[in-house]
C-alpha cells in the first residue's frame, strides 16, 4: 500500500480510497476522488465515500463493530477504512506482531500522519471514543476494478520545470555562461598554488612567486566580479519566475468551476501561495547553484584523480557514506515536514477566523477560546519544529564529522606520500585545495535534496491545481440574447441538484419553470427552499444533476459561464466590495469609466449622495469586505454595481433586505424603470419586492408548489397566500 497524503484538511476520506485502491494495484488521482466522494468544506462524509468507493468497483459494507469483533478480521488482504477521532478517516491496514515477537499493533495508515502503529489502548480511544463501537467501511474490489481505466496520479514532469525557465533563456545563458566561466577558473588555482611551492619558493625564484600571486589576485577579482554578475542575474530571474508561479497559480484558481472550491478552506489557499516561496527558491537558486555545482565538483574531480586515483576513491567513499547518512536523515525529516505543512494551514485558518469573527467573539465571549485554540496550533508547531531542529542537528553533525574524517584521512595519505618522496609538497597544497572546493559541492547537494523535499508537497499542491479542468472549454458557445425562438426566455425542465451525491437531499427537485424574456420573475419560498440554489444554476455556478436548462433554446452545458455572468447584473446575499475605490467597486472591470452611467447607477441605487457627501467622493477607499459601510449602504452600492453594468438578464438575491423602507421605496420604483425590457429573476421576502413581479414562484422544500401573479395567488389561497400572511408582509 502506498501512502498517500492529504493535501488539504478536508482530503482524509479521498485519500483513504486512493490508498485501498494502490493495495490492489491501481494508482488513482486525488482530485478525480474529491469529485467523486462529493467533498464540501465540512469534509466528506461516510455516505460519500461509499459514493466513491462504488463508482470505483468497490463492493461496499459499512457497520460498528467491538474491538474484539475487529482482532478476528483478515486486513492484511482487505483493508478497510475507519473513522477516527470522531472527525477523520484513516485505513486500517492489520493487527501485526511487532519486531522480536513483542505485543500485536494495529497497523494504520493515517493521510494526516503516515503509517503508524498503536496498542490496543491508544487504537481504542481513537477510534471507539466513550462508545463500544467502533465504525468500520468494508472494501472488496470486484471485476469491474480491475478493467476500469481510471485518471492517474499527475505526476510532475521536466517538461513542468523547464516551461518557467523558457522565458528567461537569455538571462539564464548568461548565468550558466558566468558560472561556467567561474569553474574554469577555480580550476586553475591548485595548479598555481603547485607551481607556487615546487618552482617558485623550493627554486627560490621571487619573480615567479610575484608572477604567480598576482595571476592568483587577478583571477580571484576575476571570479569576484562573475559572483556579482550571477547573483544580480540570478536575483532578476528568481523574482520573475516567483511572479509567474504565483500569477499563473492564482489565475489558474480562478479559471476553475466553484466545486473545485467548495472543499476548500482558507488557510489551504494561503499555504499554497505562501509555499510558492519554496518552488521559486528551489527552481532558482537551489537548482541552477546545484547544476554547476556538479560540474565543478566533476571538474576537480577529473583534476585530483589525475594527481592520484587512490586519493579519489578514498574521497568518493567517505563521501557517499555522508551522502546516505543526509539521506536517511531527510527521509526521517520529510514526515515531520508534512506535519508542519499541515499546522502551519491551521494556524492561518484560526487567524482567519479570529480576525473576521471578531465582532461575534466579543459578543460572545469566545475569544479566550479561540486563543487557547490558537495556542494548542502554536505549541504543535513548536513541538514539530524542535524535532526537526533535532533532526537537522544530528544530520548535519554527523556529516560535518564524517567530512572532517575524510579531510583527515586525505591529508594524512598525501602527508605520507610526500614524506616517501612519490609526490611534492605542491601537489599535497594542490590536492588540500581541491578537497577544499570539492567539499563545497556535496554541501550543496546535501542543501538541495532538503529543498527538494521541501519544496515536494508545494509542487504536488500546485500541480494538482494546474491539472484540474478549467470551467471554460474551446467548444463552448456564446450566449446568444436574440434567437428566432418564439418564446424567449429560460426555461428549467426536470432539474434537479444535490450536493453531495445522489444518495443526500435534494434541494431541488423536478423543477419545471419557464422565465419570459423580458419580465420580472420573483422567486420566494420559506429559507432552505433551494431559492439562492436555483439562481446558482441559472449562472452556472453547478450544473444540474438531472433535467436541463436553456437561454433562448441554447442549452446551458454549451454556453459559456463567462458568457452568462457578462451579460447579467447580480446581487447575491452575500454580496463583496473590495478594498478599493467606491467607483472601482461600481466599475469593476472596465477600464475606462463612464462616469456618465456611474451616476445614473449610483442615482437609482440612491446612493449617490452619500457619495457625494464624502470628501473624496468616488475615490474614496472602503475596506475590505465594505467595512465601516452600514448593510444598507453595502447593498446599494452592489445594486449600482449591476445596474452599471447594463445587463440584459438581472438576478436579485435578496438584494434589498437591509434596506430602510424608505429607501426600499425610492430603489424599488427606480428599479422597475431599469427592469424594463430585461429578463429579471428576483428572490426576496418583502411582499412590496416581489408583488409588482409579473409571475411569482413558489418554491417549497426544493419543488415548485405555485406559480401565477400576486392577485392570482392570493386569492388560490394556499403557499404564498401563507407566505404573505406569515411572512412577506412583515417585511413590508
Not at 499542491?461 to 478549467?470: A, C, G, I, K
Not at 449622495?609 to 470628501?615: R, T, V
Request: charged fraction near 20%; aromatic fraction near 12%; hydrophobic fraction near 40%.
Amino acid at each position: 500500500m502506498k501512502l498517500t497524503r492529504q493535501y488539504d484538511k478536508m482530503d482524509c476520506g479521498p485519500s483513504c480510497l486512493a490508498m485501498v485502491a494502490s493495495h490492489y494495484g491501481k494508482e488513482i488521482s486525488l482530485s478525480d476522488l474529491r469529485e467523486k466522494c462529493f467533498i464540501t468544506k465540512e469534509g466528506v462524509s461516510l455516505l460519500g465515500i461509499d459514493e466513491g468507493a462504488k463508482s470505483l468497483g468497490f463492493e461496499t459494507l459499512s457497520g460498528a463493530m467491538t474491538l474484539e469483533d475487529l482482532k478476528e478480521m483478515d486486513f492484511e488482504n482487505y483493508p478497510c477504512i475507519i473513522h477516527w477521532n470522531s472527525n477523520h478517516f484513516v485505513v486500517l491496514k492489520g493487527y501485526e506482531k511487532g519486531t522480536f515477537g513483542t505485543k500485536k499493533k494495529w497497523k494504520i495508515a493515517d493521510p494526516g500522519h503516515g503509517f503508524i502503529s498503536l496498542d490496543d489502548e491508544k487504537f481504542a480511544k481513537s477510534w471507539l471514543g466513550e462508545k463500544e463501537q467502533g465504525i468500520i467501511f468494508f472494501l472488496k474490489p470486484t471485476e469491474a476494478f480491475y478493467e476500469r481505466e481510471f485518471k492517474q496520479k499527475d505526476k510532475l514532469s521536466l517538461k513542468f520545470f523547464l516551461s518557467y525557465f523558457k522565458p528567461h533563456k537569455k538571462k539564464l545563458g548568461i548565468v550558466f555562461s558566468l558560472m561556467l566561466l567561474g569553474s574554469l577558473i577555480n580550476m586553475i588555482f591548485p595548479f598555481l598554488a603547485q607551481y607556487l611551492i615546487d618552482r617558485g619558493i623550493n627554486q627560490k625564484n621571487v619573480d615567479y612567486i610575484q608572477f604567480i600571486l598576482f595571476s592568483q589576485l587577478s583571477l580571484y577579482l576575476g571570479v569576484i566580479v562573475i559572483e556579482i554578475l550571477r547573483n544580480w542575474s540570478l536575483l532578476v530571474v528568481g523574482t520573475k519566475i516567483g511572479i509567474q508561479i504565483i500569477s499563473e497559480f492564482l489565475l489558474k484558481t480562478l479559471d476553475l468551476p466553484l466545486r473545485f472550491f467548495d472543499s476548500k478552506l482558507v488557510g489551504d489557499f494561503q499555504q499554497r501561495i505562501q509555499d510558492n516561496d519554496r518552488i521559486e527558491q528551489f527552481l532558482t537558486s537551489q537548482s541552477i547553484t546545484t547544476f554547476f555545482s556538479t560540474i565543478t565538483f566533476s571538474v576537480f574531480f577529473v583534476v585530483l584523480a589525475y594527481y592520484n586515483v587512490t586519493i579519489v576513491l578514498i574521497y568518493s567513499s567517505l563521501t557517499v557514506l555522508s551522502i546516505l547518512w543526509s539521506n536517511y536523515f531527510l527521509k526521517k525529516r520529510k514526515v515531520l515536514d508534512y506535519h508542519r505543512f499541515v499546522e502551519n494551514s491551521n494556524s492561518q485558518e484560526t487567524v482567519y477566523e479570529i480576525l473576521n469573527g471578531v465582532t461575534e467573539m466579543k459578543l460572545n465571549s469566545f475569544e479566550d477560546y479561540k486563543c487557547e485554540q490558537w495556542r494548542g496550533v502554536q505549541n504543535k508547531l513548536f513541538e514539530i519544529n524542535l524535532k526537526i531542529l533535532r533532526l537537522d542537528q544530528i544530520q548535519s553533525s554527523g556529516f560535518n564529522f564524517i567530512n572532517h574524517v575524510k579531510n583527515i584521512v586525505v591529508s594524512f595519505y598525501t602527508a605520507l606520500l610526500v614524506v616517501q618522496g612519490d609526490m611534492t609538497l605542491g601537489a599535497l597544497l594542490s590536492i588540500s585545495y581541491i578537497i577544499g572546493m570539492m567539499n563545497s559541492p556535496v554541501d550543496q547537494l546535501i542543501v538541495f535534496l532538503r529543498s527538494l523535499q521541501d519544496a515536494k508537497l508545494s509542487l504536488a499542491r500546485l500541480n494538482e491545481v494546474q491539472n484540474e479542468d478549467p470551467e471554460e472549454q474551446e467548444n463552448y458557445q456564446e450566449l446568444q440574447l436574440h434567437t428566432a425562438q418564439l418564446n424567449q426566455g429560460i426555461k428549467l425542465s426536470n432539474v434537479s441538484f444535490q450536493y453531495e451525491g445522489p444518495r443526500s437531499p435534494y434541494v431541488l427537485e423536478d423543477i419545471d419553470m419557464y422565465i419570459p424574456d423580458g419580465k420580472v420573475t420573483a422567486i420566494v419560498g420559506a429559507s432552505g427552499s433551494g431559492k439562492t440554489t436555483l439562481m446558482k444554476l441559472l449562472l452556472r455556478f453547478y450544473d444540474s444533476v438531472s433535467g436541463h436548462v436553456s437561454y433562448n433554446g441554447q442549452n446551458i452545458l454549451q454556453v459559456s459561464p463567462k458568457s452568462i455572468r457578462e451579460n447579467c447584473g447580480v446581487v447575491m446575499q452575500d454580496g463583496f466590495l473590495f478594498s478599493d475605490s467606491i467607483a472601482r467597486n461600481i466599475v469593476m472591470a472596465d477600464t475606462e469609466i463612464d462616469e456618465e452611467r456611474l451616476k445614473m447607477a449610483t442615482k437609482m441605487a440612491n446612493i449617490d449622495g452619500y457619495i457625494e457627501s464624502l470628501p473624496q467622493g468616488y475615490e474614496t477607499t472602503i475596506g475590505a469586505a465594505g467595512s465601516g459601510l452600514s448593510g444598507g449602504q453595502k447593498q446599494r452600492l452592489l445594486i449600482a454595481r449591476a445596474i452599471y453594468k447594463d445587463p440584459h438578464y438581472v438576478f436579485f438575491d435578496e438584494a434589498t433586505s437591509a434596506l430602510d423602507a424608505e429607501n426600499e421605496k425610492i430603489i424599488h420604483h427606480n428599479l422597475f424603470q431599469f427592469f424594463k425590457g430585461r429578463t429579471v429573476v428576483i428572490i426576496a421576502h418583502r411582499l412590496s419586492t416581489v408583488k409588482d413581479a409579473d409571475q411569482i414562484v413558489v418554491l417549497n422544500k426544493g419543488k415548485i408548489s405555485e406559480v401565477g401573479s400576486h392577485d392570482e395567488l392570493v386569492n388560490k389561497k394556499g403557499d404564498y397566500f401563507s407566505l404573505v400572511k406569515n411572512q412577506l408582509e412583515l417585511g413590508s
